[in-house]
């Protein structure tokens, strides 16, 4: 793993060195004293031995996490690891958010400070251990040179040191002297073993549960600051696209604006308050020139060169055996394709920064996943030198992807703003509408996949042929490190390890730079490869006449590492009933799939009533490895199925010209209250290394769903949202 | 245009300098830092800004302020006292929250619901509770948060009966 840098986090760093985690853990003091020296160690207020961790005189615990909370639970659950290793009393324990700083990279991302792919859990579980047992080791030392004793024969509970003779020490007194220890080196340090853990493996309620049901004001666009003006942007409709002509004066005019000002996105209306700033926007009156906007497609020409492109194979993913030479000579080729159109984030919170420039840098408050490029962007905009920008990172109302845009979008045009309108000498937030989000322009790529297999007289693949085709949002981006030999692996998850045993393979991609641009959504590519390849396998079941469940079982069978994959299957047909009889227009779908790690099987139970879909039940069993937060996981699970059922039943973003067509909630419907099937989770207990939660159950969903409907009536939607086959739901 | 409004949020008397036509919601989170109350769509359909208009869950961001003028206005902040609401106990222990971000208007759209309906079928909790959208999907775990609540009402208006 990547040393990302063992700088320190405060200015005054008393200790420097990676000495103790994977990643390289800063070490350094921060002292709450501005001015401090080092000889003052000792009546500073707080212990922070780590990047990770900040101990206080009174015993507070503080678990200061890279990773942005955007509901996933990540802060509680690093809060846990943290918290159980270091023997805190976990009433002491809180979490906050970590400054920009390569001490949190993420060694999956290149050493970026970026909340991606489920990643949080499986990079920091090892180095939060080995943070709290490094101040653990420090807080003991401490104690037991105050009683003379050997460290070995004191023990930790509770937020406290006890001596053999059962003495006890706090935490909070030792900070003054643990202060002035140096960490053990990462080898000295003594994990627990998992029989001892007291805090990971119990459900904890999330630490910012009170504060997100009284409404205090903790995201991005409740930030703010005295003086502080608000802007909002009529924006390109198409990238390319040119100012004509706008009617600066009469926005200007309108109550409360402040500026006008064009930027690179469009036009910007700075306002005292976000309605003035609204009111000033529409009466703009923009007119565009897209003369220069180059291609403006539709996206049924978008599918249509898809479609094209996917008669030929493209770069190579996989490849084994002969899939060529046997689906040549084989008698019975069965070749399919599925559809996935562009689908917009739409997180609850619409985006929104807000930048202030001060004499010493620049201070950027939002919800971000990726604060190294939002660190970078602010300050090459506004040019200061980025070790002047401070990023404050706030909860996310949702995410889902967007909010970690390869090009930090809205931190840019935010710093545009600014460095616009500087005679203000204002701080400014920069707020989207809910169409400007809808129509934003960074979407889930639009993926068509073909499927081709040979199969024998006794139904099984013998062969297996996938070209999907999908624009990808790493190449010529920041995350272009995830693209090998013209691949894009986020493209491909999925289907290049194909769990079915099929003697010969192949998987291709291309990767045409035309039509919306993308960004990765909630559970990427595995969104489309799991509906395409879930889709076809129930499709070559149904047609060879074997029961889904058990053609799947026979498919994976015999290799050793499908064993878990089994077992989710076997425990979500189980708990589903699978096999029970159902009355007429009912029908049950099963999808499992692999999400880069965590196993899931899904088995959906529906109602067809006409062109009426009702889905009932949803049961998921998963397997995630060690499970920190068995209640988080759960609530992760619930909320992927009723995210992923909002794309299978609705989701659609059209281009028309170029543009989306779609904009607000009537148009992009999301799943509502009412139409939410009944979700039962069965989490596996595992010994394994913990693996991601946050998307793992999103891309069975679909297939599940679909595969349901089929075997209710016979009728197989091989596109996406259910709502374009004429079906209601 | 900037005309005086008279406002009674959460039991409180506010002069605020607004124009008529200004949502109540950028009223509430733009000139008087309440910002618990969120923006969602604007337009009515997620039901994020969703408040209490003399006890009813209305949609701030499509409510003209003028409208609020002598009437009382009831946010998330003025939800619980100095003790949460129960709905606010129940969503903690059942653990409702994810991102969070519509809950203030899941919660009010809730409270509207009991405040008015102690006992609410299914079907009525759906008609409610359908106007606010989580894209997080917390919906089983509101459901079922509301349920425990409406129980427990029900079970204390019984023992009160006997």
């Known amino acids: ?729 | 245009m900037g005309s005086d409004k008279k406002l009674t949020i959460n039991g409180r008397e506010h002069v605020v300098p607004a124009p008529d036509g200004m949502p109540l919601l950028w009223v509430l989170r733009d000139l008087l830092k309440l910002r618990g109350t969120k923006f969602g769509c604007g337009k009515a359909l997620c039901g994020a800004c969703t408040v209490h208009l003399d006890g009813v869950a209305v949609r701030s961001c499509v409510l003209p302020v003028e409208r609020a003028v002598g009437k009382s206005v009831r946010t998330i902040e003025g939800l619980g006292d100095e003790r949460l609401h129960p709905l606010q106990d129940a969503w903690l222990d059942h653990q409702v929250s994810q991102c969070g971000y519509c809950q203030s208007g899941q919660l009010m759209a809730a409270a509207s619901l009991l405040e008015r309906n102690p006992n609410p079928t299914s079907a009525e909790i759906d008609a409610e509770m359908s106007g606010i959208l989580c894209r997080c999907g917390t919906y089983p775990r509101i459901r079922a948060a509301i349920l425990s609540v409406a129980e427990k009402m029900m079970r204390a208006a019984g023992a009160d009966a006997s």
Request: proline share 6%; with cysteine; charged share 20%.
């Open chain 1, 1 to 729: 793993m990547k040393d990302v840098g063992s700088r320190v986090i405060s200015r005054r760093s008393l200790l420097a060195g990676g000495a103790c985690g994977a990643v390289a853990l800063v070490v350094g003091f921060r002292l709450t004293e501005a001015g401090g020296t080092a000889r003052r160690a000792t009546t500073q207020a707080s212990f922070q031995p780590h990047a990770f961790v900040r101990i206080t005189t009174d015993g507070n615990v503080t678990a200061i996490i890279g990773p942005a909370e955007m509901g996933q639970g990540v802060f509680t659950a690093l809060a846990m690891v943290l918290a159980d290793e270091l023997d805190a009393n976990w009433k002491d324990v809180t979490a906050e958010a970590s400054p920009a700083d390569p001490a949190y990279g993420n060694p999956l991302f290149g050493g970026l400070q970026a909340t991606n792919a489920s990643t949080s859990i499986p990079v920091f579980y090892d180095s939060m251990r080995h943070a709290a047992a490094a101040a653990k080791a420090m807080l003991v030392s401490a104690a037991a040179a105050r009683w003379g004793v050997a460290p070995s024969a004191c023990r930790t509970s509770e937020g406290a040191v006890f001596s053999p003779d059962g003495s006890r020490l706090a935490y909070g007194e030792l900070v003054p002297d643990a202060s002035k220890l140096s960490p053990p080196p990462k080898e000295a340090l003594r994990l627990k073993d998992p029989s001892e853990f007291r805090i990971i493996g119990r459900s904890m309620p999330r630490l910012e549960g009170r504060a997100k049901v009284t409404g205090r004001p903790i995201y991005g666009l409740d930030v703010d600051l005295p003086h502080m003006l608000t802007a909002t942007v009529a924006r390109k409709p198409v990238p390319g696209a040119r100012v004509k002509s706008y009617r600066r004066e009469t926005a200007l005019r309108s109550p409360g604006v402040r500026a006008v000002v064009e930027i690179p996105s469009g036009i910007a209306v700075v306002a005292d308050h976000f309605w003035a700033a609204l009111q000033g926007r529409q009466k703009l009156s923009v007119e565009w020139d897209l003369s220069a906007a180059g291609e403006l497609l539709s996206s049924e020409e978008v599918e249509q060169r898809y479609r094209a492109l996917a008669q030929s194979p493209g770069a190579v993913a996989a490849h084994r055996g002969e899939p060529a030479l046997e689906l040549a000579r084989a008698q019975n080729v069965f070749e399919r394709e599925y559809v996935l159109p562009y689908i917009a984030h739409a997180p609850m919170e619409p985006l929104n920064c807000t930048v202030h420039e001060t004499p010493d840098g620049c201070d950027v408050w939002l919800g971000t996943q990726y604060q190294s490029l939002d660190k970078k962007v602010a300050a090459k905009t506004l040019g200061v030198s980025p070790d002047r920008v401070r990023i404050h990172t706030q909860y996310l109302g949702g995410s889902f992807g967007r909010r970690g845009s390869p090009d930090a979008d809205v931190v840019k045009e935010t710093a545009e703003i600014l460095a616009a309108v500087r005679a203000l000498k204002a701080p400014i937030r920069n707020v989207w509408t809910r169409e400007d989000d809808i129509r934003g322009g960074l979407y889930r790529p639009m993926a068509l996949n073909r499927l081709r297999a040979s199969v024998g007289t006794d139904g099984f693949p013998t062969a297996w042929a996938h070209t999907i085709v999908a624009r990808s949002p790493c190449i010529d981006s920041e995350f272009a490190f995830l693209v090998a030999d013209g691949v894009d692996a986020t493209n491909v998850a999925g289907a290049k390890d194909l769990p079915y045993a099929v003697a010969n393979l192949s998987v291709d991609v291309h990767q045409p730079s035309f039509g919306a641009s993308v960004q990765w959504l909630r559970a990427v590519g595995n969104s489309s490869t799991c509906f395409a390849i879930e889709s076809f396998i129930d499709e070559l079941a149904h047609q060879g006449g074997h029961d889904p469940v058990e053609y799947r079982r026979q498919l994976l069978d015999g290799d050793s590492k499908n064993a878990r994959l089994l077992q989710v299957l076997e425990l979500a047909a189980q708990a589903a009933n699978w096999g029970d009889a159902l009355p007429t227009g009912r029908g049950r779908g099963v999808a499992v799939h692999d999400y880069w790690g965590t196993k899931a099987a899904q088995v959906a139970e529906v109602e067809v009533k006409g062109d009426q879909v009702r889905i009932d039940r949803v049961t998921c069993a998963i397997d995630c490895g060690l499970v920190v937060n068995p209640d988080g996981v759960k609530a992760q699970v619930e909320g992927a199925i009723i995210f992923a059922l909002s794309a299978a039943l609705y989701g659609e973003i059209a281009l028309e010209n170029g543009a989306a067509k779609q904009s607000n909630f009537d148009d992009y419907p999301l799943l509502r209250f009412d139409a939410t099937p009944q979700i039962d989770v069965v989490l596996v207990p595992s010994k394994e290394p913990p693996s991601g939660i946050g998307e793992a159950a999103v891309p069975h969903a679909a297939p599940a769903v679909f595969n349901a409907i089929f075997a209710a009536t016979g009728r197989r939607v091989r596109r996406l949202p259910l709502i374009r086959d004429g079906m209601k739901a």
